[in-house]
């Protein structure tokens, strides 16, 4: 059975400094790979996904991800943050149903200081 | 344009009685899900709905859940005699078709409380 693990329940970084968010997946079949950030009250915004193809995926907002296979990681990136990056991220995969059923991992809560 | 819409916001119930949670999604939108987020959880799936094909119900945790969704559009997921256990942000997302190139859009959430 597909899975997802966020390590990190909380990451604090500096305005300005790099941003890493970790998320390793477990699937027997190549997986669908998503990244969504939920603001507080807010409902899931899709950052990014990765589905065929090129390995290194860009997003909205600066974000970027690399879907390693040897290392079953999708680790998030922004080169520098900004004081609106505050939120939780959810990694994602997409499991082989017929229809895109998503596996959430338990989400890591972004914290920017000034 | 119009996103997807989720009501009520936030509903308190005591434990025992039933709740019904709707989700509007985007018009056009064919397929549709629900999911919930358990207190420093991430979101679990509960149930898919696409056109008028029978829905997938492998989420939903009980049979005190269940889901209608009306004309292909409008739907309701109700919790019978309500546990604490339930309590959580259920949220709804719609999509244009049920492959994974289509994106999923989600609603705001209800935040039900169970007392």
């Known amino acids: 059975a597909q899975s997802v693990t966020q390590l990190g329940s909380h990451v604090s970084v500096s305005e300005g400094a790099l941003v890493l968010l970790r998320c390793n997946y477990s699937s027997s079949v190549p997986p669908y790979l998503f990244w969504y950030v939920q603001y507080p009250n807010q409902g899931l915004q899709l950052l990014l996904k990765?589905?065929?193809?090129?390995?290194l995926v860009k997003g909205i907002n600066g974000f970027e991800a690399e879907f390693k296979k040897s290392e079953t990681s999708f680790h998030l990136t922004k080169p520098s943050a900004h004081m609106s990056d505050a939120a939780e991220y959810f990694c994602a995969v997409s499991v082989n149903t017929g229809f895109q059923k998503l596996v959430f991992g338990t989400g890591t809560r972004l914290l920017v200081s000034p | 344009g119009a996103g997807v819409s989720q009501s009520p916001s936030n509903k308190v119930t005591e434990k025992g009685k039933d709740v019904e949670l709707r989700c509007d999604p985007i018009?056009?939108?064919?397929?549709l899900y629900w999911y919930r987020q358990s207190l420093g959880q991430g979101l679990e799936f509960l149930i898919y709905?696409?056109?008028?094909?029978?829905?997938?119900k492998s989420g939903l945790p009980s049979d005190r859940f269940s889901a209608e969704r009306t004309g292909g559009s409008v739907s309701t997921l109700t919790i019978q005699r309500t546990q604490q256990e339930d309590s959580a942000v259920y949220f709804c997302?719609?999509?244009?078709?049920?492959?994974?190139?289509?994106?999923?859009?989600f609603g705001p959430g209800t935040r039900l409380t169970v007392l």
């Open positions: 709905f696409q056109g008028n094909s029978a829905p997938d």
């Open positions: 990765y589905t065929t193809g090129a390995t």
């Open positions: 018009s056009g939108h064919t397929a």
């Open positions: 997302a719609s999509s244009l078709g049920s492959r994974t190139r289509n994106e999923q859009f």
